[in-house]
């Protein structure tokens, strides 16, 4: 019998046929043993070959074996049964290329179940028993399986490193603290990790705080995105809704244009018609005057004709002649202008107010990258042109109304509600929102380069009027050739950077941001505003007197 201590498991007396315990084990010429009845039906299904081999190793044999129930291996196997079989392990608990194996087991290794800091080893469920059961060995720390066990053997001295040394960031043995980094340092590793664990909870703790955060910011987003849709539905809606009762109110419009046309036209056409009437009627009668006059010229007799002649009745008076007006098609041509200066109003209002049509940017918790080189800037700029019905009376529009110049000609432009006429300054007919960038280059002493809110006062005090003075603009003077202020809210403040004739504007009106860039062959900031914007912005100038004065919003690639 086996001694006490040997470990037998069940795959060892088990019949690779059937897989089960050996019943009527036999032993046949190669050595491996099988269940009588079954190695007898393996054979029996190769009878028709005439060779026989064993399941196992594929040795033939011929003739076919007598088989002899082997006694011995029969009574080990009862006695065992007895005793109990120890399952075979299944393979998913043996190690793999990637699991940690059992540094004892022979053979084919088990997966790891813990690995010893102390032993350094890893060991299986039936291995690691002796540090559950023996005193000294449940000291030892153990923990999960870990392939790297031998990075804690000192490659110097062979120990296990269990110190740090601060001085060189690395782990040392107790050997290492006394020789080459002695006078380092040095601390035990227990100590560092737990100066490392309390770190590591505050970056655990900053990584979930912006993970809520983020989360938080996602959520908003999401609302946002929703918000958007909605608002994106209701504008579209609104805005078919208003075009519509817009083309209806023009379709009635037409049709009135048209019918009043008609009316007029029908009402002159029976004017001019009763006047033809009544010119046939007397050029019937002149005629038959004419006749008869002229029939009396042929009377031989003087005195029948005296007497015919004083017998005929006066000639009707001319009415028509002078009463008479052709008016040379030109019948309905004050309708046509009229509808013309319409048709110009409803596109220069359109054009006005389309910039306000526009979407802007969501204004989103993530901060946005500003641009930073002028290829950059020019990804955002904006064509700008200036509004006569807000240019002071003497400064003149040209270049389609992108220059601007003195010209003291105070009647050239008429009267309008929205013009300056106190400061001589210009606002641009676009509205600004979202990101933009425009440029201006100026000849001259002084330009001031503004935004500013619509409804910025036209008139009256000066203060309320003028760019950088008030509260509703923000104006950066511009002293040739290098000198530079910023004003808002008649407040200034001194701005430094190099000469240019070219100064860029760029908004981020979501943001809130406002900046002044000096333009040559490298763009300088020279100012930037970080605010809040409450309404769409829009571009100015505002200039001082100077005959050769020269100022525009530059045409931008």
Known sequence: MAQKGVQLDRETFSCSICLDPLKDPVTIPCGHSYCMSCIRAHWD??????????????????????LVKSTMLAALVEELKKTGLQAAPADHCYAGAEDVACDVCTGRKLKALKSCLVCLASFCEKHLQPHRDAAPLQKHKLVEPSKKLQENICSRHDEVMKMFCRTDQQSICYLCSVDQHKGHDTVSAAAERTERQTELERSRLNIQQRIQDREKDLKELQQEVEDICSSADEAVEHGEETFTELIRLMERRSSELKRQVRSQQEAEVSRVKELQEELEQEIRELKRRDAELEELSHTQDHSQFVHSYRSLPALREDTHSSSINIRPLRHFEDVTAAVSELREKLQDALRDHWTNISLTEVDTLLPQPQPETRDEFLKYSRQITMDPNTVHPYLWLSEGNRKVTIHIEEDFYSEHPDRFTECWQVLSRQSLTGRCYWEVEWYGETVYVAVAYKDIIRAGDLKECEFGFNDKSWALECYYPSTYSFWHNDATTSVSGPPSSRVGVYLDH????????????????LHRVQTTFTQPLYAGLKVDFHYSFVAEFCKLK
């Open 510 to 525: 979501s943001a809130g941001i406002l900046s002044f860039y000096s333009v040559s062959d490298t763009m300088t900031l």
């Open 45 to 66: 299904d190769e009878d028709e070959k005439k060779v026989h081999s064993c399941p196992q190793c594929r040795q033939t044999f011929t003739p076919r074996p007598v």
